[in-house]
C-alpha cells in the first residue's frame, strides 16, 4: 500500500546551522510532493513543494530535491532561526483517480539561539 | 480572503453524542479534503469530496463517520455514537479546481474532538 517514511523523528541544530529531513515513498505512481510546516495548535502550512519533473527547488532559504529512483525527497533548510521551530511533514500524491496525500509521520525540529 | 474556515475550533463531547465538524474551503475551491491527526502523529487521509459528490472515501471508518459537500454551504464532517478513540484533531484542507494549483492543499487551523 502507500506509505510514506520519514526521518529523524527529532532534529536539534543551533541557530544558523542547516537542517535535513528526508522521505521515502512507496508508490512510484506519486507524482506531487509537498512540504508542510506545523506549529503548535495551528494546522498545516505549505511551504515548498516539488512535482516529479523537476529534480530540485528552492526558495529563499528553503529547498527540496527529490530523486524519483530512489523513491526519495528531503527537505533542506538552511541558516536556521529560532521561528523555524516546529513540526514538518513531507507528503506525497498518488496520481491515479484520487489527490489524497499520504503524510510522513513528522519531523520536531527545534533551533536553539 | 479568507483561508479554510473550520469551526468548532475544540469541540467536547461525551460518549455516545454525535459530533460534526464544518469546513469552509478558500474561495472559488471545489474540492475538499478531511484527514485525522492523532498526538504526536501525521495525518490520515479520511475523505476527498467535489460539490455533491464524494470522489474518495478510502480513509473514512466503515461505520459512524460519514460526510458531505452539499451545492450550497460548508462541508460537513459527522461522527455519530463517539468513542474516546475518536478524540483527535480533524483537518479540512481545500484546492482550486483545476489548473497546476489543483495539487496544492490549503489547510483549515483543525477542529480538536475531546470525547470524555
Known amino acids: 500500500g502507500e506509505n510514506v517514511e520519514q526521518h529523524p523523528s527529532t532534529l536539534s541544530v543551533q541557530e544558523g546551522d542547516s537542517a535535513v529531513i528526508k522521505c521515502t515513498y512507496s508508490?512510484?505512481?506519486?507524482?506531487?510532493f509537498p512540504w508542510y510546516k506545523q506549529e503548535l495548535g495551528k494546522g498545516p502550512q505549505l511551504i515548498i513543494d516539488i512535482r516529479s519533473n523537476v529534480g530540485e527547488k528552492k526558495d529563499q532559504r528553503i529547498a527540496v530535491t527529490l530523486n524519483k529512483t530512489a523513491k526519495h525527497f528531503s527537505l533542506h533548510i538552511t541558516e536556521t532561526q529560532p521561528e523555524d521551530s516546529a513540526v514538518y511533514f513531507c507528503?506525497?500524491?498518488?496520481?491515479?483517480?484520487?489527490?489524497?496525500?499520504?503524510f510522513g509521520t513528522g519531523t520536531r525540529l527545534q533551533v536553539f539561539p | 480572503n479568507a483561508g479554510v474556515m473550520q469551526n468548532p475550533r475544540h469541540l467536547v463531547r461525551r460518549r455516545g453524542q454525535e459530533a460534526r465538524l464544518r469546513c469552509s474551503p478558500m474561495k472559488g475551491h471545489s474540492h475538499v479534503y478531511w484527514y485525522r491527526q492523532l498526538p504526536e502523529e501525521g495525518l490520515k487521509f479520511m475523505v476527498y469530496l467535489q460539490k455533491e459528490n464524494i470522489i474518495d472515501e478510502s480513509g473514512m471508518p466503515k461505520e459512524r463517520f460519514s460526510a458531505e459537500f452539499p451545492k450550497e454551504g460548508p462541508s460537513i464532517l459527522r461522527i455519530q455514537q463517539v468513542v474516546r478513540g475518536d478524540s483527535a484533531a480533524y483537518f479540512c484542507?481545500?484546492?482550486?479546481?483545476?489548473?497546476?494549483?489543483?495539487?496544492?492543499?490549503?489547510f483549515g487551523a483543525g477542529t480538536r474532538l475531546s470525547v470524555l
Open positions: 484542507a481545500s484546492s482550486p479546481p483545476q489548473g497546476i494549483a489543483k495539487n496544492i492543499q490549503y
Open positions: 507528503a506525497a500524491r498518488v496520481s491515479y483517480n484520487t489527490d489524497k496525500l499520504i
Open positions: 508508490d512510484s505512481a506519486s507524482n506531487y
